[in-house]
């Protein structure tokens, strides 16, 4: 019962947060200098003909009207027409987000597996040169950014050793089979092997330069909390009762040690996601983040809106998700 | 050779993964020819909404829609779709023939008809072409038989020219009618060298030779234009053989390759200048003259782009028609301090004002502003360096609230005089900052001028009185570097498009 109060009290919170972004964002960006008008105007345009183009693009009202007529096309799923692809909003956001999700989960899985790695391995060598370099390598992971990280992996895997394609999704020339924008998981489903291994190595470079600050986190924290639940009373029993190290740190003291890893992936991946901006114009890779680029560059103002708020309900999202995950690992919490 | 077993084990992993991933295709004879290209493509009708009036993305257009006329890499124009074209004796009419046996991608016929509704289209600002108001000195289009005749509704010397600039495209009046806006953006369809296959917005579009091309079938049978916006990444393309053209890298990148793949370095149609504001300090001549004098162009361009660049002393490029070689501005900062002490300035009591550049929209630009600013610091000129990317600077100068001076690039695939220093000059354009009744006097008269000899003499003489008169400062004609493998000759076009279909296998 606390648990679904709860859950309905972080409903009514996401809904708020969402109107309060979508309110802030719709106003920043037609406050913030440059107007897509401006972008537009034709060497020799007169005043009529800037008013011409102002109202063809409904950008003559007021800023709070402007609103009303927004946010009343948006109760009915309308989030209006994006100025330079004179398309849907929605149809455009919704079309490239599996490219992004599927970047940022391919990005977290790798996280995952070298932060965990690094922490398993680093709680077992503990006190050895072993772990002290897994120390410094974690260090250089997370002061480096990931955009740098991109750059380097594009001269190595790209350049000078070009095992994994620069630039895009997938390669142009192959006719794709697939009913979604969910390209990698679908090729799996389908079971196109030959596609699965075309869209891995055009997105490997770009998840593994997302993945390596937030691994470098993830292996940090986990080594960290087992080394402290190592310490603790039921752990010490258990290697009296003669279990062996590998099995006293996976089957014992992680359990425990995992639930603040756990938070701190979540709160992550909504930054992992962030990242994604810059990383996919890197990559050229063809995900919202990429877009949102464009449509800044372009003040391409609905679209904007749209990513924005997206973007605001994947953060909103992932974290009501982190905090039923956490409620119902954490015992205290599932039986408070 | 001997391998130890580290040896051995990254030699099996590389294999593995080459042979799981695949290799990019490096020096095999070329099928598809990939081209990394720097900007996205937004939508495909080539005459409406933002995209339409973006340079940038022209090259793209033209390989899919042919422009009513022509435009050779020279910048002069040629017979296209239109292969005759001029105006009654009196001007108050415009005549032109239409190509005969030329089809659209879908195997229709192209017509008369379609040039007639083309212009009409453009005109009609329902449509939201940008530039309707210059197809809108048009009006009652009609064909007859390979004859489209339109009455001048206000004469303008230029229209032609506009014929082979923003939005001067041809459309399939009959297909488009029939699919509509929405059917066309899916399916657009031209009479251009090259047949739209497939496209992923953000990412590539895949191009089939057109075998019916009026010009010519081109010599690769499929392109495809990747879209990679971040420069170092399309060198990574290219010097990985992932793509085999790409354009706009550093041009210290570019010496760099230029060795090991083709490598062409010419001039375009973009230059880089200074707006001058007529407001506080600029108000002064001795101010302004001092300014332009100060600046070393020439090492500019030696030092900051590695000698890629044409220094210019007026608006008009040596490509354009209204270049005059006899107007100079020297640098001369002897002279620069000469006019500062006129107006009671020098090195102890500097002149001061605001001058704000973009940074990274043009190569090097806001460096270069570093370095003017540092040679005005020489002579008695203290600017502080407001950066601001580039919407700030259209809003801005749409308003007339550029700083005293501003840095901008300026580009004019047409070469008229009217695009390039009218435009930016003349008070009344939204483009201009410079608000000077008797510059606005010495231009409005050539608007209209029917007489084309006299027009462009009309604008030398307007070029020398701005160039005397320090009213802005052109610094720069650009240099677009283009690199491509070895299998492939490009043809560089001097308005700045990548054009495929006048890229050959080598």
């Known amino acids: 019962m606390q648990l679904l109060r709860s859950f309905l009290f972080r409903l009514a919170s996401t809904a708020i947060t969402l109107i309060g972004v979508a309110v802030i964002v719709f106003f920043v960006i037609r406050i913030v200098p440059g107007d897509p008008i401006s972008m537009m105007l034709p060497p020799g345009a007169t005043d009529e003909d800037i008013a011409r183009l102002t109202a063809l693009y409904g950008l003559d009202k007021s800023i709070p009207q402007q609103f009303l007529i927004w946010a009343g096309g948006v109760l009915h799923g309308d989030f209006g027409m994006s100025i330079t692809a004179r398309r849907p909003v929605l149809e455009l956001v919704l079309g490239r987000l599996p490219a992004t999700l599927e970047l940022s989960i391919m990005a977290l899985v790798i996280a995952v597996i070298l932060g965990g790695a690094a922490a398993l391995i680093g709680t077992r060598e503990r006190g050895t040169k072993i772990e002290a370099g897994i120390d410094v390598g974690n260090g250089m992971a997370l002061s480096v950014p990931d955009f740098l990280w991109a750059l380097v992996l594009i001269l190595l895997f790209g350049v000078a050793w070009p095992v994994f394609h620069i630039s895009g999704r997938i390669t142009p020339s192959l006719d794709l089979p697939f009913a979604t924008n969910f390209y990698l998981f679908e090729s799996v489903l389908r079971l196109r092997f030959d596609l699965w291994a075309d869209i891995v190595s055009h997105m490997f470079m770009p998840a593994l330069a997302l993945a390596i600050p937030l691994a470098a986190i993830i292996g940090q924290l986990l080594k960290q909390s087992l080394k402290e639940t190592m310490h603790l009373d039921y752990v010490t029993l258990a290697r009296t009762k003669g279990y062996g190290e590998n099995r006293v740190i996976i089957r014992e003291a992680l359990p425990n040690a995992i639930l603040p890893t756990l938070t701190l992936v979540g709160v992550q991946f909504t930054f992992l996601i962030g990242g994604t901006v810059i990383i996919e114009r890197l990559f050229s890779y063809e995900g919202l983040g990429n877009m949102a680029i464009d449509a800044v560059i372009n003040r391409d103002l609905p679209l904007i809106q749209g990513i924005v708020i997206l973007f605001a309900v994947i953060f909103t999202a992932v974290n009501l998700v982190v905090d039923l995950t956490y409620a119902l690992l954490n015992p205290r919490l599932r039986h408070a | 050779m001997k391998l130890s077993r580290r040896e051995l084990m990254k030699l099996s992993a590389a294999t593995a993964a080459a042979g799981t991933f695949g290799l990019p295709a490096l020096a095999q004879d070329i099928d598809e020819l990939v081209i990394a290209y720097n900007v996205n493509l937004p939508s495909w009708d080539p005459t409406t909404g933002p995209s339409a009036v973006n340079p940038t993305i022209q090259g793209i257009y033209q390989s899919v829609f042919d422009q ?257 070689p006899s107007i100079k501005v020297a640098y001369d900062p002897e002279k620069a301090k000469e006019y500062l002490a006129a107006s009671g300035y020098g090195p102890d009591n500097p002149v001061k004002f605001k001058i704000q550049t973009t940074k990274g929209f043009k190569p090097k630009d806001y460096e270069m502003v570093q370095a003017i600013v540092g040679l005005w610091r020489k002579v008695g000129i203290e600017a502080e360096i407001e950066v601001y990317e580039i919407a700030k600077h259209y809003e801005l100068r749409a308003a007339d609230q550029l700083a005293p001076a501003a840095f901008y690039n300026w580009g004019n695939s047409v070469g008229d005089p009217t695009t390039s220093t009218g435009f930016a000059m003349f008070g009344p354009s939204p483009h201009s900052v410079w608000d000077g009744a008797d510059l606005i006097e010495k231009i409005g008269p050539l608007w209209g001028e029917a007489d084309e000899a006299k027009r462009i003499e009309g604008w030398k003489a307007v070029d020398a009185y701005i160039a005397e008169n320090a009213l802005v400062i052109p610094l720069l004609q650009y240099v677009q570097p283009i690199l491509s493998a070895k299998g492939v000759a490009v043809t560089p076009h001097a308005s700045g498009a990548l054009l495929p279909h006048l890229m050959k296998r080598a």
């Open chain 2, 68 to 324: 009513f006329i022509l435009q050779e890499p020279d910048l002069s124009p040629a017979p296209g779709l239109l292969t005759e074209w001029g105006w009654n004796d009196d001007n108050t009419q415009v005549i032109m023939k239409v190509r005969e046996g030329v089809t659209w991608h879908d195997g229709s016929p192209f017509t008369a008809e379609d040039v007639a509704w083309s212009l009409a289209r453009a005109a009609d600002p329902a449509t939201g072409n940008p530039i309707n108001f210059v197809w809108a000195t048009l009006e009652n289009f009609a064909a007859d038989g390979n004859t489209v005749t339109a009455d001048v509704k206000s004469f303008d010397p230029t229209i032609f020219k506009w014929m082979y600039f923003l939005t001067g495209y041809v459309l399939p009046k009959a297909y488009y009618e029939k699919v509509g806006a929405d059917g066309f953006e899916a399916a657009p369809i031209g009479t251009g060298p090259y047949m739209v296959e497939k496209f992923e917005r953000n990412a590539f579009v895949r191009l089939k030779a057109n075998e019916n091309y009026w010009g010519g079938k081109p010599d690769f049978e499929t392109v495809t234009i990747k879209f990679v916006t971040d420069a170092a990444a399309r060198v990574a393309e290219v010097e990985s053989g992932n793509a085999h053209v790409t354009l706009e890298m550093p041009y210290e990148e570019y010496d760099r390759l230029k060795g090991t793949l083709n490598g062409v370095a010419a001039p375009i149609s973009d230059i880089g200048m200074i707006f001058l504001n007529d407001i506080d300090v600029m108000l002064d001549p001795n101010v302004r003259k001092a300014c332009v004098h100060a600046i070393d162009k020439q090492t500019i361009i030696d030092r900051l782009l590695s000698g890629y660049g044409v220094a210019i002393d007026t608006l008009q490029t040596p490509e354009y028609e209204a270049y005059d």
